[in-house]
């Protein structure tokens, strides 16, 4: 193996990375040395000083310490750990929903304890909900941390502390085996052009670096960073182009009387924009070579119509079509909705998700790759490699910014050969600026619904402190009572999947306290899907009149009937979220719906500025306008952590200045480097992805 090639390590060759750790590493993309030190912290954590408990800001994660006064486990609805604890300055309180006994134990009268968390107002005051701490002996001196924590994306198979000492293991093998030393470039004086010195920083911040900096995605090392991961994205959508140039589309020039029956059958008529989609996609069905478009609306505007009309034409032309969502629930929903509209059509569709059972899975598998079924619904289970289509004509990628390259790349490989390529259809409620996908994703058309169909009243928006909690609870009991059906929206605890499941819960048993004689139901990302399924169904038929849910619930749920909605601790959510939940009412014509913030004052300057244009606006262009334009501070990960592209670090929109920097380079680096541009690809977008395990 020549020194150097940093793709040749495998990660096994790292300290403490055996088998099991190594299959861990696998489902998060790192498979080598490389890629484990391409795995870049999303945010930090500052635990480098302590913060004083009489002057500790709310909803900002910090460091304290103090001594505990008391540790209580309580009821109240179940079981509670509750630590009281004083530092001289203030009080504040831990909170645990889970805990062992032994945790309970250690956590002693006069010992003192460090936690890192964020506070927020509990029934007796400042409180942490599950902070990550450390107990000691008064006596203890146990200093703070030199450097800013880096938080990885990670699996709940593999700890932090765990992943980042794989990781500052992986920097010290580069190191130690001269990995990246040819790219060092020597004739400049800034340190950070060494693209090495640039990844140690990333990955080590020191304390005494000024966060903003780093949070604005300004430092000199994250510049080098983003730059490369910029071109590399270009260099692919142009190697995508290249390969797909020349090659031919699923031709598609029958059109059968379906179409019509279709369009008849349903209890309304398209919107113009509607039809004027419809045409231009169909107009790239026809034609000699495979679409890329875009299919892009705000919520409610009827994508899946549109959608749908593609999918049914394509079975009309004897093709198959993917319908790839991304979650179960919307898959479901997706399904029902298809089945519905097509079988009196004599068209076959199936779902495929990762909790379809075995047997299932085998009949479909074999159908699909029969020619039996015409439209496969399903979830990322669409890109395991034993589904096979038999003729696949058509994919469509529903909210497509789940979605990452890589998959991309994946399903035009599925149904394509080096001649032909299906049809690639996105729909998208997240307005993607033209510049930037036509860099990064190459050459994709645009096709926009700039219209909600007739008598959709817009939904009104207002906010209310949570102070007011009550009042609210009563007028929810009311409108119950009319028959109508309201989400109740919770965002409570951000990052773990297990404690929003948590505190979601928790919510629950306290409304279903406080309003009895309602029909209340319950959804959270950790339900089986049986469980998901039987409360969205009750939901849909009105047996449940008030579900309280977790923001799985954003993505596309469809439930026309429900007029009201409330979204509490709106303050924690970005503003094209909030659009986005508030998308899931208002469905129904002629009803007025209605979305109420119910926020925990106070507010800092930039959540008032965002409930405030939730207030104002329903349009979802000025509110992505308005969203980029809030997002500057503090909260940069907003784009890469919706997902809008599978990027580390770059954030096309923050680093538009880039943009064009990087488009001439990556035409440079294409034309003069070849093997240059294979590395960059290579390490920053890889090429080949397993999605057998997702
Ligand atoms: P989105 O664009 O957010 O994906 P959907 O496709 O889920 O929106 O459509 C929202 C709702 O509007 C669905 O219930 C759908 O059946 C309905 N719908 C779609 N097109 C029309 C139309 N032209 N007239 C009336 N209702 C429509
Ligand atoms: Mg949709």
């Known amino acids: 193996m020549p020194e150097g090639n940093t793709t040749a390590h495998h990660v096994k060759e790292l300290k403490g990375v055996g088998p099991k750790v190594s299959e861990s590493l696998s489902l998060l993309g790192i498979k080598t040395v490389q890629d484990a030190v391409f795995h870049l912290p999303y945010r930090y954590e500052d635990r480098t000083k302590l913060t004083a408990l009489g002057e500790a800001p709310y909803e900002i994660p910090l460091l304290i310490e103090g001594e505990i006064i008391k540790s209580t486990v309580v009821f109240r609805g179940r079981r509670m750990l509750f630590t009281e604890i004083y530092d001289g300055t203030g009080r504040l309180t831990m909170r645990m929903f889970n805990f062992a006994f032994a945790q309970h134990k250690a956590l002693k009268k006069g010992s003192r304890i460090r936690c890192y968390g964020t506070i927020r ?36 198979k593999l700890q932090q502390g765990r992943l980042r000492k794989i990781i500052s293991g992986a920097i010290s093998y580069c190191e130690a085996n001269n990995l990246f030393k040819e790219e060092r470039t020597k004739e400049s004086d800034d340190e950070f052009s060494d693209i090495f010195q640039a ?44 390969e797909l140039e020349g090659r031919e589309g699923p031709i598609m020039r029958t059109k059968s009387s379906k179409e019509g029956l279709f369009l008849k059958s349903l209890d309304f008529q398209l919107t113009n924009a509607q039809n004027r989609c419809w045409d231009e996609i169909c107009n790239d069905l026809t034609a000699q070579s495979p679409m890329r478009r875009l299919l892009q609306g705000d919520v409610g505007s009827g994508k899946t119509l549109v959608g749908a009309l593609a999918a049914l034409h394509t079975a009309d032309n004897d093709w198959q079509t993917a319908f790839m969502c991304p979650t179960e629930i919307l898959a479901e929903q997706h399904h029902q909705t298809l089945s519905e509209w097509f079988s009196p059509l004599d068209l076959k569709v199936a779902i495929l998700t990762g909790s379809t059972t075995a047997s299932k899975r085998k009949k479909i598998v074999s159908e699909l790759e029969e020619g039996v079924i015409d439209i496969l619904v399903g979830t990322h289970a669409l890109f395991q490699k034993d589904v096979i289509f038999n003729r696949l004509g058509l ?25 032909r390529s299906p049809h690639q259809l996105i729909m998208t409620a997240t307005p993607i600026p033209r510049t930037l996908a036509m860099t990064v994703y190459g050459s994709l058309e645009t096709s926009i619904i700039d219209e909600l169909p007739p008598g959709r009243k817009p939904v009104t928006t207002s906010s209310r402190p949570s102070s007011m909690r009550d009042k609210v609870m009563k007028r929810i009991e009311e409108v119950c009572l009319e028959g109508q059906r309201v989400y109740w929206v919770c965002t409570l605890i951000e990052e773990s999947e297990e404690l929003e499941a948590q505190s979601a819960e928790e919510l629950f048993l306290d409304i279903k306290k406080s309003v009895p004689n309602i029909k209340t139901g319950l959804v959270h990302g950790r339900l089986k899907k049986k469980e998901k399924d039987k409360v969205i169904n009750e939901f849909r038929e009105g047996e449940i009149q008030l579900l309280v849910c977790t923001t799985v619930i954003e993505v596309g749920v469809d439930v026309p009937e429900a007029t009201l909605m409330i979204i509490e601790n709106p303050e924690r959510l970005g503003l094209s979220q909030l659009h986005q939940l508030r998308g899931r009412v208002g469905r129904k014509a002629d009803s007025d719906s209605h979305c109420l913030l119910l926020y925990k004052d106070p507010l800092t300057a930039i959540a008032q500025e965002r409930i405030k244009t939730m207030e104002e606006t329903n349009d979802g262009f ?9 997002r500057g501070s503090g909260d940069i990960y907003g784009v890469r952590q919706s997902g809008l592209m599978d990027l580390k670090i770059a954030d096309p929109i923050r680093d538009s200045d880039l943009l064009e920097f990087a488009q001439e380079e990556a035409i440079r680096i294409a034309k003069t480097d070849e093997p240059f541009a294979k590395i960059l690809v290579d390490r920053w977008v890889g090429t080949k992805v397993d999605y057998s395990e997702s």
């Open 121 to 156: 107002h509990g029934p007796s005051g400042k409180e942490m909900i599950h902070p990550q701490y450390q107990v000691f002996e008064r006596t203890d001196s146990v200093e703070v941390d030199k450097s800013l924590t880096p938080v990885y994306a990670s699996t709940s």
């Open 199 to 242: 990844l140690k920083f990333i990955h080590n911040p020191p304390a005494d670096i000024d966060l903003n900096v780093l949070l604005s995605g300004n430092h000199p090392a994250q510049k080098k960073l983003i730059k490369e991961e910029l071109i590399a994205h270009m260099l692919c959508a142009g190697i995508l182009k290249n």
């Open 395 to 419: 994919t469509i990628i529903d909210e497509q910014h789940r979605f990452g390259v890589h998959q991309r790349f994946s399903m035009l490989e599925k149904g394509g050969s080096k001649k």
């Open 622 to 630: 000025v509110i992505a306008e308005k969203d980029l334009e809030l």
